[in-house]
Nanobody, 120 residues
C-alpha cells in the first residue's frame, strides 16, 4: 500500500496563499492524484484532480484560486492555494487513485492530512 505524507499547512489570513505538498512512497507517473479536504463536522470532499496525462479538474468553489500540479520525478503532488477564504479552513488530504475519463475514484490510501486555517 502506498504511503502518502502531506505537508505545508498552517495559519494564514484571508487573501493569503499556501502551497501544500504530498509525497508518495512509490512512482506516481501513471496515476491520477487528488486533493480532498474535510472541515469539522463535514464529510471529506474532493477539490482537485490531476490525471496521468496532466489534465486537471477542479470543484467550482476552488476553481481559479487553487492549482494542482505534480512532479513525477519527486513522486510529489502539489496544491497551490491562493486568495484563501475562511471557508477553506479544513484538514487537507491527498489521494492516489484511478480514473475513467474525467471521473476520479479514490483508493484507500490516505495520508495524515495537513491543517489549513484561514483567519478573517
Amino acid at each position: 500500500q502506498v504511503q502518502l505524507v502531506e505537508s505545508g499547512g498552517g495559519l494564514v489570513q484571508a487573501g493569503g496563499s499556501l502551497r501544500l505538498s504530498c509525497v508518495a512512497s512509490r512512482i506516481i507517473s501513471q496515476d491520477a492524484l487528488a486533493w480532498y479536504r474535510q472541515a469539522p463536522g463535514e464529510q471529506r470532499e474532493l477539490i482537485a484532480t490531476i490525471f496521468s496525462d496532466d489534465r486537471t479538474d477542479y470543484k467550482h468553489f476552488v476553481k481559479g484560486r487553487f492549482i494542482i500540479s505534480r512532479d513525477n520525478a519527486k513522486n510529489t503532488v502539489y496544491l497551490q492555494m491562493n486568495s484563501l477564504k475562511p471557508e477553506d479552513t479544513a484538514v487537507y488530504y491527498c489521494n492516489i487513485g484511478g480514473s475513467i475519463g474525467n471521473y476520479y475514484y479514490p483508493s484507500k490510501s490516505w495520508g495524515q492530512g495537513t491543517q489549513v486555517t484561514v483567519s478573517s
